[in-house]
């Protein structure tokens, strides 16, 4: 039993709830990243139940989408997520190009491959920041990921016009082809980064006091991570060696060849560690694509209206698993979209975690963040 | 396409089914009777092994007068996608909740009950998600919601 007293700490409000327990509000304005609410109950230091209180950015994009035409509605369905866009509009195109029935050109293919990996670099690199300023443990390794997204950054400008959100991707392929220098450019920041990697393993994975803070907290086991749907890096960590990029190809994936990361301890290590090797997959996918991409156009005309119909399109995210049921009408709108993110099915896997094995107050901020979610992407 | 495990579904399916079909390699299509949803989900888990939840949700036909749910799972041992669909009456949705057989749907069923109006019998925690608590201005993602006061307001960009 703790002292019913209310008062104010940094994370919010703490207030006193019936029988000695505790409750918690983590948020809504920015608990790290994002508006969102966590309601933790706890006693002392136990924490009996995790709510996550999402919505605080519900913009009803689905609804949006409704009144759009599948051009137009580009722009909202990439703010969904801003650090990875382009493996949200993705997603998106991709349902598209799947009720219109048209291939994009095998050149669009490679690049969206190419841009895509680099964004899920950028993506994991802020996840990591973040996993490591949420475990307190060094808030350089959040200046150090920031500073390194900026190549990354600065390339996707060159390519696309723009730091976030490009619009890159259309129905049909992509809207230019790969401007000059790009490529060798691309070469010698991968190269750095490679060694930028290997400092971070050394810093943080291998590091004795980051395996002390994470390793055995917040375990997911095989069995669970299915039945509640887990997705991306955290599924795959939970060993289900699940990844759409090789299970159910799109753009250039199924003519690479890469690994599929997995880790069998299911816990925050895990899931950190796997984000660190996904890295490195994204920057062997990028070097296979540049030697691999054919010549040619980059963008098919798209037919002004879809047959009536509905499809299924399944997409790997930065943050995992991301698909788009679609339904038409055959007429230039959608009649209904329906997506499905990645962090919205990793937010119950959050909650059900409090349930099945005994976690500590401190060590929430963590075990949050170790799962990478994402507020904008849930809401929508 | 499946035509092995369509067969399958058919026969464990029985007289619930209402449509099925497999227009691309993996997916699976399956549209049965509202009261036989728990039933068939039930056994499509434990003989095809349908086990991981990765979407679910409704769209709304006025002039058919329903709501076409769907639940869309995929399958960790043969790597393919079931869409498992039906009908409720528009006018009083309701239909048994799949959260007994898929935990993982649970925040997938409470959006479309928000935003559908969709009642998920069993359900654990129907209790708003994505809009405020105190929302008293219908199911945005019905047809008929009546988008005249938000285009008042915010121009008509939507």
Redesign the interface.
Known sequence: MTTPIKRYSPFGEIEEVGEGLFRLNVGPQHPISGQGRFIVLTDGERVFDIEVD??YS?R?I???LE?KTFVQGIVPVERMVMLDTSNILMGYVGAIEKVMDIEPPPRANYIRTIIMEMNRIVSHLYALGLLSESAAWNPAVFLWTTADREPFLDLLEMLTGARWSYSFFVPGGVRADIPRGFIERLKATLDWFEKRIEVYEEAWIYNELFRMRTEGMGVVSRQNA????L?GPNLRASG?P?DTRK??PYAAYGELDFKIVTHTAGDSYARGWARVEEMKVSIDIIRQAIDNMPDGPVRVRMPPRPKPG?A?F?VETGRG?M?V?I?SDGKEKP??I?I?PAS??N??TIE?LPKTQEILLADVPVLIYSFDPWFLDA?? | MNEDILDRIRSLAGEALVEIKSPEDKRIYVKVKPDAVVDVARRLKDELGFDMPISAGGTDYPKKKVIELFWAIWSSTINKVLILKCEVDRDSPSIESLTSVWPGVQKFERETWELLGVDFKGHPRLKPLLLPEDWTEGYPLRKDFDLKPYRAKWGDRI
């Open positions: 999402i919505g519900h009803g689905e609804k949006i009144y299915i039945e509640w749907g997705a289900v699940y299970n159910e509905e299924l399944r698993e698909n049921y339904v009649y209904r329906k499905s919205f099915r937010f119950y059900m809401d929508r």
